[in-house]
């Protein structure tokens, strides 16, 4: 079993930064988790991703987040980052962290409980 907790969420001005945290907790069994991503939900609107890392390291964005948000992890600690820059408006949402394994393999998937992001104007 995996349990993913999320912190770091908040309320910041347009053009402010917030780092987001996801640590997974694996328990029960050798799970290795493969992939780890953030998506992010706004009211009203449908859950979509923000940004994933293999556990190869290799790295997508959404379009809409390129150049101001970066992803990280660190595999050691079975933790996820995600550092939020030049924040917008629009980027207010509920955010999700995601992980999958076991690796290699894509079995299980796992959701974080959010973190609320609020941008000011």
């Known amino acids: 079993q995996v349990q993913l907790v999320e912190s770091g969420g908040g309320l910041v001005q347009a053009g402010g930064s917030l780092r987001l945290s996801c640590a997974a907790a694996v328990s029960g069994t050798d799970f290795e988790i493969n992939n780890m991503a953030w998506f992010r939900q706004a009211p009203g609107k449908q859950r979509d991703l923000v940004a994933r890392i293999r556990s190869g390291g290799s790295i997508i964005y959404a379009d809409s987040v390129k150049g101001r948000f970066t992803i990280s992890r660190d595999n050691a600690k079975n933790t996820v980052y995600l550092q939020m820059n030049s924040l917008k408006p629009e980027d207010t949402a509920v955010y999700f962290c995601?992980?999958?394994?076991?690796?290699?393999?894509?079995?299980?998937?796992?959701w974080g409980q959010g973190t609320q992001v609020t941008v000011s104007s």
């Open positions: 995601h992980a999958d394994g076991p690796r290699p393999l894509v079995l299980f998937d796992f």
